[in-house]
């Protein structure tokens, strides 16, 4: 069996395609830039060069594949153009999904976010729950992009779409290696008690969840969440990093002044705080008040998490100190 992975130069296309190769799937990993997958490469995992961008190269990698896991999009990286994210996101997905069906691809699994949910602020959020747009490309674009795959598992095509929370882990970028820099840095900062809630989710318990998705034939037609089914607060999540850089303390921001900051009218709040304190939506996200159910991923395809976030973040740890991210007298 082969298997197309996009965005496999990825924290998550990455951990996926070396899980499916060492299961024994023939993987095609799509890359813009071939040199930044030699590790994969080297593990005999197919790098194709492409672009989310060029509608000839999703046709033409999907060559001879059975199923497609599309990991690849915008995240939210700045100095990118609206249009250009937009793109990537949502028109790219439609064109790979007429691939799929041209190619008679078997199995077709997306991967968005529970940003879907926009600011539904409900305790407990299943994937019954409304996906209304909110006016911010991240979360509308991804909401697009499931309408596509949707329309197309009505007209045939074995779709399933995976809803991760906030997946941290080794190779992790904006849930590992990037608080580790901004507490390096200085630059990020706890607002007010920062008793929101992160819906973590290890990479190994969501790769484990993606395989389910991958092959259970109950998963075809259904969205899931796929996290670690457990919350903690930011303010623990964050000091978890802190501590393994020696702090015992982060600087604070009031969150009043945060979420005022956070707003059109609040440019000068910026300036006074001296540093860039988070947009709108992650705003947000910093106060979320709910937890994602798993219950869904459970009953359906039997996934359990195995990997607790204590023991998650031991493993993340040891894998930070490994890359050089932690100084040797730096102690968790």
Not at 36 to 60: P, Y
Request: overall charge neutral; glycine content about 12%; hydrophobic content about 40%.
């Amino acid at each position: 069996m082969r298997i197309l992975i996009t965005g496999v130069t990825g924290f998550i296309g990455g951990h996926l395609a070396e899980r499916l190769n060492g299961a024994g799937w023939a993987v095609r990993g799509l890359a813009r830039a071939p040199e930044h997958a030699a590790a994969l490469a080297a593990q005999d995992i197919e790098i194709v060069q492409g672009s989310l961008l060029d509608r000839g190269s999703l046709a033409s990698c999907m060559y001879a594949c059975d199923a497609v896991i599309h990991a690849g999009a915008w995240t939210g990286t700045p100095g990118v153009p609206e249009d250009e994210a937009w793109t990537t996101n949502v028109a790219a997905t439609g064109w790979l999904l007429e691939a799929a069906r041209q190619a008679r691809i078997s199995r077709f699994v997306y991967l968005s976010s529970v940003a879907a949910y926009g600011v539904n602020r409900a305790p407990v959020i299943d994937e019954t729950a409304r996906t209304p747009l909110v006016g911010q490309l991240y979360p509308d674009s991804k909401i697009a992009a499931e309408t596509l795959v949707r329309g197309a598992g009505e007209q045939g095509l074995a779709t399933t779409i995976v809803r991760p929370a906030s997946t941290y882990g080794p190779r992790g970028g904006a849930w590992t290696i990037g608080p580790i820099e901004q507490i390096k840095a200085g630059s990020l900062v706890l607002l007010g008690k920062d008793e929101g809630l992160v819906n973590t989710g290890y990479i190994e318990n969501f790769v484990n969840g993606v395989l389910l998705a991958l092959s259970s034939p109950a998963a075809v037609g259904e969205t899931f969440n796929i996290c670690d089914g457990v919350t903690t607060t930011y303010r623990d999540f964050y000091m978890r990093y802190a501590a393994m850089l020696g702090k015992a303390s982060l600087p604070t921001v009031p969150a009043f002044l945060a979420r005022g900051a956070a707003t059109s009218p609040g440019r000068w709040l910026r300036r006074l705080m001296g540093k860039q304190p988070p947009g709108p939506w992650s705003v947000h996200f910093r106060f979320n008040p709910s937890r994602f159910s798993i219950d869904k991923a459970s009953r359906l395809l039997g996934y359990t998490p195995s990997i607790s976030l204590d023991e998650g973040m031991r493993r993340t740890e040891a894998w930070l100190r490994d890359a050089g991210y932690l100084a040797a007298g730096e102690t968790g």
